[in-house]
């Protein structure tokens, strides 16, 4: 079933100078600036344990929905490095800084990232929980023999990235974060939270 949004399994919503502050910083959409004003992350779990989960499903949708994994959208202000949004796209944390901007995780180790350059710029996708860690960006690409990259601009090392080949990105499920909220995140009594291709529902990514 969808999961509706806004909801109350995540932290308090950002003020907007807040939300400025971070979209500086960090160069992510002004979709997911939105989201932050309305909705600090989101737990399964926590909507799994409430009394009031059925309020935030909708009735009309799939009830096993087949897709990726999703366990958590990451809040700001948790002081947790399990979770907190500041924390896991700040330095070593994440080696993809400025070119995937991590958003969640599913239960199997998934990465869910807005892509922050290149010709998917806005989008969302899943990354193979097998890419990591690594120290650095430089530490990645050496060790996925992509050397040729190091010293590439971020747009570059994002579209190659991207190669279906490589298997870095295990695909785009939405065109812009809007779309993933409003339609891609599901959640069924079987596999917990899922999401589904909502792909192509504006004709270009990121407008």
């Not at 096993?64 to 944390?93: H, K, M, R, W």
């Not at 290149?118 to 899943?126: L, Q, S, V």
């Not at 809007?178 to 069924?188: K, R, Y």
């Amino acid at each position: 079933m969808k999961v509706i949004f806004p909801n109350p399994f995540g932290g308090e919503p950002l003020p907007a100078d807040q939300v400025a502050r971070l979209a500086d910083t960090f160069r992510f959409s002004d979709d997911y600036a939105e989201f932050l004003r309305v909705q600090n992350g989101f737990d399964v779990r926590d909507m799994e344990s409430s009394d009031g989960r059925d309020t935030y499903l909708a009735a009309h949708s799939p009830q096993e929905p087949s897709g990726e994994s999703l366990a958590q959208l990451y809040a700001v202000g948790t002081g947790d490095s399990f979770n907190d949004l500041e924390i896991l796209n700040a330095g070593t944390c994440n080696v993809f800084e400025g070119i995937f901007f991590l958003i969640g995780s599913g239960a199997g180790g998934e990465d869910w990232v807005e892509v922050l350059a290149g010709k998917n710029r806005g989008r969302i996708a899943c990354l193979n929980p097998e890419v990591g860690p690594f120290d650095s960006l430089d530490d990645f690409l050496v060790s996925w023999e992509l050397d040729d990259l190091v010293g590439a601009s971020a747009a570059q090392v994002a579209d190659a990235l991207e190669d279906e080949d490589l298997d870095v990105v295990m695909g785009f499920y939405a065109d812009r974060f809007s779309d993933f909220v409003a339609e891609g995140i599901h959640w069924s009594q079987t596999h917990g939270g899922v999401v589904v291709d909502v792909t192509g529902r504006h004709d270009s990514a990121g407008s």
